[in-house]
Nanobody, 126 residues
Framework: QVQLVESGGGLVQAGVSLRLSCAASGRTFSNRFMGWFRQAPGKEREFVGGISRSGGNAYYADSVKGRFTISRDNAKNTVYLEMNSLKPEDTAVYYC???????????????????WGQGTQVTVSS
């Protein structure tokens, strides 16, 4: 079992930065591809980005590429989402997720992930 707890969300103005953290329990964190998703009201949950087990490869949705950065610290069982130049359209509940799939590439679908955090709200005002 893996438990994920996100933190760092809040209400911010457009243009500022925010960093989300996701702390994982268990001893298998370093063996898992980790992903970040978000869900805005009335919309489906969408892939934001993901990071490989070692942290050597990170992948991003086109909507956040160049503004968001994902990193992980396997010694601390934590994955991060650094969000810069935030826009009102980034407003959503942000979730981190852990996958049991041993994949060489990026995992972008919700069904690829077995464990989810409770989510943290990010609201960007204009």
């Amino acid at each position: 079992q893996v438990q994920l707890v996100e933190s760092g969300g809040g209400l911010v103005q457009a243009g500022v930065s925010l960093r989300l953290s996701c702390a994982a329990s268990g001893r298998t964190f370093s063996n898992r591809f980790m992903g970040w998703f978000r869900q805005a009201p009335g919309k489906e949950r969408e892939f934001v980005g993901g990071i490989s087990r070692s942290g050597g490869n990170a992948y991003y949705a086109d909507s956040v590429k160049g503004r968001f950065t994902i990193s992980r610290d396997n010694a601390k069982n934590t994955v991060y989402l650094e969000m810069n130049s935030l826009k009102p359209e980034d407003t959503a509940v942000y979730y981190c997720a852990a996958s049991s799939i041993w994949s060489r590439g990026v995992l972008t679908t919700t069904r690829s992930y077995d464990y989810w955090g409770q989510g943290t709200q990010v609201t960007v005002s204009s």
